[in-house]
């Protein structure tokens, strides 16, 4: 099996490993080599202590608090002015987070 694991260097000699879609598998390591090392044999032993299924799950009904959202889903899928709406939407909130580069 193939999974996707993503590498972060947090300084030189401390590198974070996580596998996509399994939020709580993360492991540390000192290089990166250590780091894909230690996090294939944490999914390995994780992957010993159960297994992945596939589900089907009802769709909400309409009075379900959890359900009111879904009728917005995809309300921007066609509109023309939606990318430079999320620009300018990342501008503010690298404005309100102090990130602005100068």
Same mark, same amino acid.
């Given at each position: ?21 399994? *939020? ?35 769709? *909400? ?18 509109? *023309? ?22």
């Amino acid at each position: 099996m193939q999974y996707q694991v993503f590498v972060q260097s947090e300084s030189e000699q401390h590198f974070v490993a996580s596998v996509l879609g399994i *939020p709580n598998l993360t492991v540390e390591g000192k290089t990166e080599e250590e780091a894909i090392c230690n996090i294939k044999s944490a999914l390995e032993a994780q992957l010993a202590k159960g297994k992945f299924m596939t589900i089907e799950v009802e769709a *909400p009904k309409e009075g379900n608090q959890n359900a009111t959202w879904m009728k917005y889903a995809g309300i921007f899928a066609s509109d *023309p002015t939606f990318d430079d709406f999320m620009e300018k939407l990342s501008v503010i909130r690298k404005e309100a987070n102090g990130t602005v580069d100068e």
